[in-house]
Every structure is written in structure tokens, then in C-alpha cells.
């Protein structure tokens, strides 16, 4: 057994995987480079509900500046938000496995499912929904207007197909909050101006309005504007 940083590792160090598995009982202080109004809101919101000590950084992603003066695509290459720096100096990008990284770091916030049960694969089925049906399709806020109404068009059914499900339960997951309401939370904040209308499907409405009221949402929002 190997103590480092007061973690016990159940194995040999130079056993590549073991060494890396996250440090579960560590305290933990992460920094989150984020842009206002945009995907690093989800986890944002991981980061509150699971109570970690973090830094925001405000990331000016067309100048490719950090507010604290870094070359940004030093920090990530892709050139986007979101991007978590763990303690230990490692940088971590995509959304969907940030907030994961984030809710097993502290599984006592419950915010995934245990790794390897069903229900986390129902878990990462939502988020890879979101990413790719929901999050991807969105077009920027000054977007023509033509490009907007195409995809409302393609929208209608994909939230119709959300709402449906919601309307079975108050979360994506069910009974419980998890990382996946946070990232459809912030995908649904960008339907007004695309011309969606939540009240068009109330189950959807009552979701986001639920969401929206939780004290580490509210928290991240104000401190992004
Ligand atoms: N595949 C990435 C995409 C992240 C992404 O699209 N980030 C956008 C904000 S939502 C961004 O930073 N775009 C660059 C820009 O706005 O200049 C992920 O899922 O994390």
C-alpha cells in the first residue's frame, strides 16, 4: 500500500491505471476556466453542488486570453470552455467528462451514479444525448435568422422527446439531481434567445424552473454575470 498526499493507494504506483485512479478523500481545489452564458456553466453548477473549493477563470476564448493574462491555447489546445485543472496541474476538457471526473472525485454529493452500475450508463445515454443532439445543433445567439428558424424546426422534436420523458419524473435520472440536469439545464438557458419557448411543453417548463431555483444554480449564474 502507498500513502502519497494522505491518499492510500491499494496498489503499486507504477501500475499506470491504479496510480491515476481519482483521489476520492482528498480536499480538493480545482480551477474552472469558463465563458459567461456558455457550456462551462454545467460544471459550474457540478462544482457548487458538490461543494469544491475552485477558481473561476473568465476566458476570452476569440482573443484566446485568460482575465489572469494566459495564452489559452497553452491551456487548451481546442481553443474552448470548459477546461477543469485538478490540483495535481493535470488539464481536463469536455464537458460530459468533467462533471463525471467532478462527481466521483466527491461521491458523497451523489451527483452520478456508482461507476459500472446500469443506472451510470443511463447517466452518460443523457449526456451524450445532450452533447450531441441538443448542445452541438444550437446556433450562436447572433446567428441568422433563417439558420435559427432550421433549427427550431429540428428542436421541436427533440424537447418534445425530453419533455415526455420529464414528464415521468422531476430529473433526467429520476428522483435525484445529477450531473445531467446540469448540463440540460444550461442548454435550455440559450433556448429564449433562439426563439424556443419553454411553455410550449410544461413538463420542460416546470424542469427548468425547478433547476433554476436550486441555491448552487442560482449561485453560479450570479457569478457569471
Ligand atoms: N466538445 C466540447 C465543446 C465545448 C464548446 O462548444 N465550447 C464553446 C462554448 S459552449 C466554446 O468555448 N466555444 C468557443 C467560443 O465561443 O469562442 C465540450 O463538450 O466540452
Known sequence: MIVRSGIRLESAPEHPFIASRIQ??????VKLYFKSGSCSLSPHIVLRE??????????????????????FKKINPKGYVPVLQLDDGQVLTEGVAIVQYLADRKPESQLAPKAGSMERYRLI?????????????????????????AVREARVAKYGFVADHLAKG???LGERFTVA?????????????RGIELERWPPLKGYFDRIAARPAVRDALAAER
Open 50 to 71: 458538490a461543494g469544491f473549493a475552485f477558481d473561476l477563470i473568465a476566458v476570452d476564448t476569440k482573443a484566446g486570453k485568460t482575465a489572469t493574462g494566459e495564452d
Open 170 to 172: 422531476q430529473f433526467l
Open 24 to 29: 476520492r478523500d482528498a480536499e480538493v481545489h
Open 181 to 193: 440536469d446540469a448540463y440540460l439545464f444550461t442548454v435550455l438557458t440559450w433556448s429564449k434567445n
Open 125 to 149: 445515454e443523457w449526456l451524450n444525448y445532450i452533447s450531441t443532439e441538443l448542445h452541438k445543433g444550437t446556433p450562436p445567439a447572433n446567428a441568422p435568422p433563417e439558420v435559427k428558424e
